[in-house]
């Protein structure tokens, strides 16, 4: 069996739902509608992956000069661990390249050890540690502080 990666695009205003949708089922401190709204109508720029009109993941980030920062990059649960967060990094570190941006950086919280091997396998490495940085259940979680060179 074949794996169809999605279709790669926008998002747009219209997309506020389906975005906080995601958000509530694949994060415990999910965005808030505020957050998506402004970044889909701000400066932030965005891919998202589409199976025909079915949204499965996407990316918010934003750049300065020559750099870039991830914002977020979500795949909707029925669709994680099939490749699609990988094939979705790599478009966003293509964005990156295409806008002259040297680096891309990230934040991750340290106890996500999937997403972490993720951003390792894609050669991005810890240059800092934000303590506090993240809400968790029982206080608050380090946020590591991810570089890549596209």
Known sequence: MTCQ?????????????????????????????????????????????????????????????????LLSLTIDVPWQGRGWGRYLLEAVMERARTLDCHSLFLEVRAGNARARNLYERAGFQVVGVRRGYYPGMAGREDALVMRAFT
């Not at 205003?13 to 889909?40: G, N, Q």
């Open 5 to 69: 990666f999605p279709v790669l695009g926008q998002l747009t205003a219209a997309d506020v739902f389906r975005v906080l949708d995601m958000e509530r089922r694949c994060h415990l401190f999910p965005w808030t509608e505020h957050m998506i709204r402004d970044s889909l109508e701000g400066e932030h720029l965005n891919l998202a992956g589409f199976l025909e009109d079915l949204l499965v993941g996407y990316a918010f980030m934003m750049s300065a000069l020559d750099e870039m920062h």
